[in-house]
């Protein structure tokens, strides 16, 4: 047992000096040799080809029966009427659903201890909208159905991903070709990578979250997705070789 004991301590030890060996030789080279470190940026725009929207149904009552019947037909008619604009369910989420009991305060602002004056239920959902141009029609039906909460509007890129692993490319290609032009220029060699570190951004266009209380509108309203930008910043650090003869 005792062996074992030392065998393992002997292993970790032995690890340990392993790893530290290695950031020590890095850190030894990049201390004793020149580096060059370079900072490389692609950016990409794209148009949005869908859109989130969130929103619900808050319903108050003095009955909970009464609120939980309320929210529950508006929130049906709201479904039924995005469904028929051409979402599909599967594209419809309920995002959340709270029952609140609301109790009577008094002149300080506190709550009175006792039964609730009244229930508040409400519903949100979580609609993506694949024809952002659909986006405008599905909030005024939306409204003149009942909806009294709006959370936002985000617009985004269903090919996202693709456009992410684009913008690093750039990134790091634009990085490399800096590197060898600063090498060029200062006529010395590029040796070894040293260290590679990203950043990335990606901003989506997103609407403000807005309060409608029981507004029909007579227009659908014009909803513009705009575009959005994928920013990536790529950090390079190479060890400089002798100088060029």
Do not use: W
């Not at 929103?55 to 479904?79: H, P, Q």
């Not at 991903?161 to 750039?170: A, G």
Request: include cysteine.
């Amino acid at each position: 047992m005792k062996k074992s004991s030392i065998l393992a301590l002997s292993i970790v030890i032995t690890l340990f000096c392993v790893s530290y060996g290695d950031a020590q030789e890095y850190n030894t080279i990049e201390n004793s040799h020149p580096t060059i470190h370079v900072k490389g940026e692609g950016v990409i725009k794209t148009i949005p080809d869908e859109a989130v929207i969130n929103f619900g149904v808050s319903s108050e009552a003095r009955a909970l029966a009464v609120a939980y019947k309320d929210n529950t037909s508006k929130m049906n008619s709201i479904i039924s009427a995005i469904k028929s604009v051409g979402i599909d369910k599967k594209d419809i989420k309920t995002s959340s659903y709270n029952v609140v009991p609301v109790y009577p305060i008094n002149e300080k602002g506190h709550q009175i201890p006792g039964s609730p004056v009244s229930f508040k239920v409400s519903q949100q959902l979580m609609v993506k909208v694949r024809d952002t141009s659909k986006t405008g029609d599905i909030i005024d039906r939306a409204i003149k159905d009942g909806t009294n909460i709006f959370q936002s509007i985000q617009f985004r890129s269903s090919k996202i991903d693709e456009l992410r692993k684009e913008v690093k490319i750039q990134a790091a290609k634009n990085a490399k070709a800096k590197a060898g032009l600063y090498a060029e220029v200062l006529g010395v060699s590029l040796g070894r990578l040293l260290k590679v570190n990203e950043s990335e951004s990606l901003p989506a266009p997103t609407m403000q979250a807005r309060m409608y209380s029981n507004m029909a509108m007579e227009v659908s309203p014009q909803i513009e997705a705009g575009s959005m930008e994928i920013r990536e910043t790529c950090n390079l650090i190479y060890e400089i070789c002798e100088e060029k003869n």
